[in-house]
Every structure is written in structure tokens, then in C-alpha cells.
């Protein structure tokens, strides 16, 4: 595996990028509190046929938040990323999004296109669709910024594992758990609290109302278990004739966690076709 830390002339944000692997690139896209070591168990597996590119995104992992938060918005890090592939000779690429991941990812195929050649949102959403959910999102977002700044990582990562949302990953092997949880650890207050004032849900866009011009085959993926965005993924197909869904059988939010030999046999399935 190699590594190297390139600079944004754009931003000034010095992203953390990891290669390892050969073949077509496929680039992964972390959600919140992540990082490129939260895809340890899908990535030995898709390193036998893809160029896999992991990015670590502004505010977590190896890759510092901007001073300033609006330097980092969603459109900003897209325009990022799509440069650093087309300097890294990686474009198009097979790009795949958790979560926040993914909502960045379907900015890059909307924004520069020419970057992907496939696209896989697992978890994902167009973002919020009017102003006021907006709105009252971004003062969410802001409260818990302001709760992470105050009272470090640890007491968050402890109120954000008993979030509903990861029930499903109970189950986990402890071993497993304990690794997610030594990987949220590492990040900072001050970077996430970022994340969340430039990349939070309520900070973004809505591609709504883009959807339709969406021209790039794209498998949204989703766990039985994590119904609202289950619901989320259904109601992207119906505006965009390009979207296909897989549901994965016992799988909550994050099925590359929780059922990681299932997740590539779908994103190996629909990049082959």
C-alpha cells in the first residue's frame, strides 16, 4: 500500500490518500467519523481487482479541517476530489460513498462527471429537500458541533454509538466493535465539529431536483434493518431511471461493516456489467 498527503491549490486542505491494488480505480468515500480505515474489511478483497483509492475527508483521519469551515462545503471538496483523481490518472473512476461519503460522491458524479464511471451510494441521500428541514438541521448540527467542541471526543463517541442508528452493529464481533471505536477515537473535536459546519446534511445542497439529469449508472445499497434510508433509496430509483437498489438481509446502515463479503460481491457485480 502507498500513501501521500496532496494539497488542494483550491482549499489549502492536505488530503490523506491511500492506494493499494491494481486494475480499474475505485475510490472510497468514508461517512461521518470515519475514515480511510474504516473500509479495513472490504478493501483486501476489492484490491484483487480494482486500483482502490481511499481518501481520508476534511476533519477526520490524516486530512485537517480548513481554518475555515466554508472552505470545505460539499461543492468545494468535490471539485477537490475530482482534481486529485485527475492527477492521480484515476478518472473515471468506480466511485463508492457511505453516508456522508455518499452524498459527496453524488455531488462529484453531478458536478464533474467526467470523474465517474460508476457510482455506488450505500447509505446515501440527496440531502434535504427544502430550506426550513434545512434549516432546522443545520441548528442540530450546530448543537452537537458546539457539544463535541465542549466535551471532547470520548463522552461523543460514547453518545454517538447509542444513537438507534447503529443498533444493528451490536452485533458485531467485539474485536470488530472495539476497532470502529479505537478508529472514531482518533479523530478530533475540532474536526468534526468542522465536518458538521462545512459537510453536515443541513449544510449541503439538495440534488433533489438533479436527480433526473443523473446520466451515470448508479447501485444504491442499503441494509434491511436501516429502514429510513431504505425508504430514502426507493424514492431516489423513482426520480432517476439510471439508479438501481440492492437491499442487504441483515444489514443495518453500514453494510460493508456488517456484512462486508455481501457488499462486494455487489459492488463487483454491477462494475463488471
Known amino acids: 500500500m502507498s500513501s501521500t498527503i496532496e ?5 489549502g486542505i492536505s488530503y490523506y490518500v491511500a492506494e493499494t491494488g491494481v486494475g480499474d480505480p475505485l475510490v472510497l468515500l468514508h461517512g461521518f467519523t470515519g475514515s480511510s480505515e474504516s473500509w479495513a474489511d472490504v478493501t483486501d478483497q476489492l484490491s484483487h481487482r480494482f ?3 481511499r481518501i481520508d475527508l476534511p476533519g477526520h483521519g490524516r486530512t485537517p479541517a480548513p481554518p475555515d469551515p466554508a472552505r470545505a462545503t460539499l461543492p468545494l471538496v468535490a471539485g477537490d476530489i475530482a482534481a486529485r483523481l485527475r492527477d492521480l490518472e484515476a478518472t473515471p473512476a468506480h466511485l463508492v460513498g457511505y453516508s456522508m461519503g455518499a452524498r459527496l460522491a453524488l455531488g462529484i458524479a453531478l458536478l464533474h462527471p467526467y470523474a465517474v464511471r460508476t457510482l455506488i451510494l450505500e447509505s ?3 440531502g434535504l429537500a427544502t430550506e426550513a428541514e434545512r434549516a432546522a438541521r443545520r ?3 450546530e448543537a452537537l458541533a458546539t457539544r463535541i467542541e465542549q466535551n471532547g471526543i470520548f ?3 460514547e453518545e454517538w454509538e447509542r444513537l438507534p442508528l447503529w443498533e444493528s452493529q451490536r452485533r458485531l464481533p467485539e474485536a470488530v466493535r472495539q476497532r470502529l471505536r479505537a ?3 482518533r479523530n478530533t473535536p475540532a474536526g468534526l465539529a468542522s465536518s458538521l459546519r462545512s459537510m453536515g446534511t443541513g449544510a449541503q445542497p439538495s440534488f433533489w431536483d438533479d436527480l433526473p439529469r443523473l446520466s451515470i ?3 444504491l445499497i442499503t441494509g434491511a434493518l436501516d429502514e429510513k434510508f431504505t425508504v430514502i ?12 437498489h440492492h437491499v442487504i438481509e441483515g444489514a443495518g446502515h453500514a453494510p460493508h461493516l456488517e456484512c462486508p463479503a455481501e457488499f462486494v460481491k455487489r459492488v463487483v457485480e454491477f462494475t463488471d456489467r
Open 155 to 157: 463522552a461523543f463517541v
Open 7 to 11: 494539497t488542494s491549490p483550491a482549499t
Open 124 to 126: 446515501g441521500s440527496p
Open 183 to 185: 478508529q472514531r477515537l
Open 233 to 244: 433509496a426507493r424514492d431516489m430509483c423513482a426520480r432517476c431511471p439510471v439508479m438501481t
Open 217 to 219: 449508472p448508479t447501485l
Open 139 to 141: 441548528a442540530l448540527d
Open 51 to 53: 486500483r482502490v483509492i
